[in-house]
């Protein structure tokens, strides 16, 4: 696929650049990126002031358990996780709550499946957040009982 990268336009800062990519049909179709440079000394405010990013929350589910402790998300959404080395082979999904008392599996709105991940011990993962949108609390659950007592440890967005 041909692509040619161009830069629309310059003012001080300021760059937008386009991108001219053919679609199926044959017809090139532009792109455009918009992008701004900051100064260091604006960079260093701007750092200075800003909140946190992404946060990591740590989840268990015990012996002979399929689910994990719940999560308050609290401003946050989920994108990714890592499974400690105690995991027992199986699949992972996430029930989710608007309450933080009643869970209720987390669904696919493209096909109407159960989202479910195959995962392996000692791995990380990343999910796409916009499936945890909305949820301010989730709770792992696994497809088999933990023999082991396994962790799982959330990564978050701040959104």
Avoid at 115 to 126: E, K, M, P, W
């Amino acid at each position: 696929m041909a692509r040619t990268q161009t830069w629309v336009t310059t003012t001080g800062s300021h760059r937008r650049l386009g991108y001219s990519l053919p679609d199926p049909s044959g017809q090139n179709k532009t792109l455009y990126i918009e992008a701004m440079a900051i100064d260091s000394e604006a960079s260093n405010a701007l750092a200075a002031t800003s909140t946190a990013s992404n946060v990591s929350t740590p989840s268990a589910i015990g012996v002979g358990g399929t689910n994990g402790a719940p999560i308050n998300l609290a401003g946050t959404r989920l994108c990714g996780f890592i499974l400690g080395a105690a995991w027992t082979a199986g699949t992972l999904g996430f029930d989710v709550s608007l309450d933080g008392a009643t869970y209720v599996p987390l669904y696919n709105p493209v096909d109407n499946t159960i989202i479910a991940y195959q995962v392996a011990a000692s791995r990380g993962y990343s999910v796409d957040p916009a499936l945890y949108a909305g949820w301010p609390y989730l709770r792992p659950r696994s497809s088999v009982a933990q023999t082991g007592g396994a962790t799982i440890t959330l990564a978050a967005q701040v959104v």
